[in-house]
């Protein structure tokens, strides 16, 4: 890494953001070309990182000054106005949020699958790149092996989504809905449309207008196109989220139709070829992925491998993915570093 580059993270305070800074930690990133950046209600306090602790700023469109590269953990809202900013002042900017997936200007790029976009040998309008969402991240990686040995149709997802897609607020959440519960009383929902805590919400985020899917199922399909186009096939990828009472960790099931009929055998060798994959997949010992295998693991776990015999052309699998981790804060650095070496 360029011993030149001063890295702001925006959002720092929050789930995604504390994981962007473990990850540039764990690259040894040197606290003194780290900035943190929060809300001015967070501006003062200190993040740890590594031994040392990081004061944060309060992020304002005037703060990036001298700020080589620009990692957006913040919601959608602040993104459009801080990504802008931070562009302007000549920093090349990674957004999380799902505030530029549909603008056709904004390259999106997934580390692993795509990132030769981010290359000198590519050129695209602007200094800002955005990223898929946690679901689509593991639903494409997942689809991609197969699409290369069988070709695939569409994957059919059913996304058990973790509290923590809510953020640190989400997480507080089910925390006390879960003590509430526990004691007897009945909860009031405030970061989810109804009681997260020892239930299941068929609702993740708000629905489209005038649409009977929501912005997140949504954006599974818009995402994955993104993605897909430049393969040259586009499998369709749509489905169910599900809000569920864990805190950390998607799990999802993909009912996957390939173009001509994959054994399993062959569909699970075909999963082991992906570098961003690892296959789980012994349920006689039962070994199956699961969101508590997956935290902090920087690959999509797949397994539970089953093709039926009346409908050979469809494979059913389960994948987990760490949504703060892999599903956002790893791709946040990942696709800043390959971005950072583009020339000014």
């Not at 050129?123 to 040995?149: D, M, N, Q, Y």
């Not at 491998?305 to 650095?333: C, H, I, K, M, Y």
């Amino acid at each position: 890494m360029r011993d030149d580059l001063t890295i702001g993270v925006v959002g720092a305070t929050g789930v995604v953001g504390r994981e962007v800074l473990a990850a540039l930690y764990a690259q040894d990133v040197p606290a003194e070309q780290v900035r943190v950046f929060g809300s001015e209600r967070s501006k003062g306090m200190e993040v740890e990182y590594g031994e040392d602790s990081l004061e944060v700023e309060h992020a304002t469109p005037d703060a990036f000054r001298g700020v080589k590269l620009v990692l957006l953990a913040t919601p959608a809202e602040a993104s459009r106005t801080l990504a802008a900013a931070a562009q302007a002042a000549g920093a090349w900017v990674v957004d999380a949020s799902n505030a530029f997936r549909g603008d056709g200007n904004v390259p999106m790029v997934l580390p692993g699958f795509n990132a030769d976009v981010l290359g000198a040998g590519f050129s695209f309008k602007g200094r800002i790149v955005c990223l898929p969402g946690a679901v689509t991240t593991a639903a494409v990686h997942v689809v991609e092996p197969l699409r290369k040995a069988f070709g695939v149709t569409r994957a059919q997802v059913t996304a058990l989504m973790a509290a923590s897609s809510a953020g640190v607020r989400g997480v507080a959440e089910l925390e006390k809905q879960t003590a509430d519960l526990l004691s007897g009383r009945e909860p009031e929902p405030h970061a989810f449309p109804h009681r997260v805590g020892f239930n299941l919400v068929p609702q993740v985020g708000g629905f489209m207008v005038n649409s009977p899917w929501t912005e997140e199922e949504g954006g599974w399909t818009l995402e994955a196109a993104r993605l897909f186009s430049s393969k040259g096939d586009v499998p369709v990828i749509a489905g169910t989220a599900v809000q569920v009472p864990t805190f950390y960790g998607h799990g999802l099931t993909l009912n996957v139709q390939l173009k001509k009929p994959g054994p399993v055998e062959q569909v699970r060798a075909a999963l082991k070829t992906s570098k961003a994959l690892k296959v789980l997949d012994v349920p006689g010992e039962r070994v199956y992925p699961m969101p508590m295998l997956v935290t902090s693991d920087p690959a999509v776990h797949v397994g539970r491998v089953r093709a039926f015999p009346q409908a050979p052309e469809w494979v059913t699998l389960f994948a987990s993915v760490d949504n703060a981790s892999r599903g956002a804060a790893l791709n946040l650095v990942e696709a800043g570093f390959r971005l950072a070496e583009r020339p000014a």
